[in-house]
């Protein structure tokens, strides 16, 4: 009897220890998924300044984000910073990181991708830009080119 129920002990324990490696592996999944969607609505709000639709890149960033400026000085800013440099070559991401807290934003779910980019008239360069999970996806709420 001894002995059957240590059987059972150990085949339980197995199963268990099988289930919370599984959870942990679901786990990081959901963390690749989600910063593979970060980095793709980046990617695609980066291809909105690459082809100089300012408006449309306006229209993808935070709606807290947007309430700052309107579409016009937005649009203003990309073609004083951003068009100088000519046209785009090449961009690969340098890093990424995932958050939970910004300085002077409310705790949430934010990610922070770094990319080198090549342009035309600007040797290689860094991009940042710093997203936040809402309601319809991932959205823009800062940018910076060094």
């Not at 779910?109 to 035309?120: D, L, N």
């Not at 823009?140 to 080119?145: K, M, Q, T």
Request: net charge positive.
């Amino acid at each position: 009897m001894k002995r059957c129920f240590a059987m059972l002990v150990c085949a339980l324990s197995i199963s268990l220890a099988g289930c919370a490696t599984h959870s942990g592996s679901e786990a990081k999944a959901g963390r690749r998924a989600e910063a593979a969607a970060a980095r793709q609505a980046a990617e695609k709000w980066l291809k909105l300044l690459d082809d100089g639709d300012y408006e449309e890149a306006f229209e993808w960033e935070a709606r807290d984000f947007r309430l700052s400026r309107t579409q016009a000085q937005f649009v203003r800013s990309m073609q004083a910073h951003r068009a100088p440099f000519g046209h785009f070559i090449s961009r690969g991401v340098i890093g990424a990181a995932s958050l939970h807290k910004l300085v002077g934003m409310p705790d949430g779910s934010y990610a922070s991708i770094v990319f080198k980019t090549v342009f035309e008239h600007k040797p290689a360069t860094a991009e940042r830009v710093i997203l936040a999970k809402q309601s319809v996806g991932w959205r823009v709420i800062d940018y910076r080119i060094y």
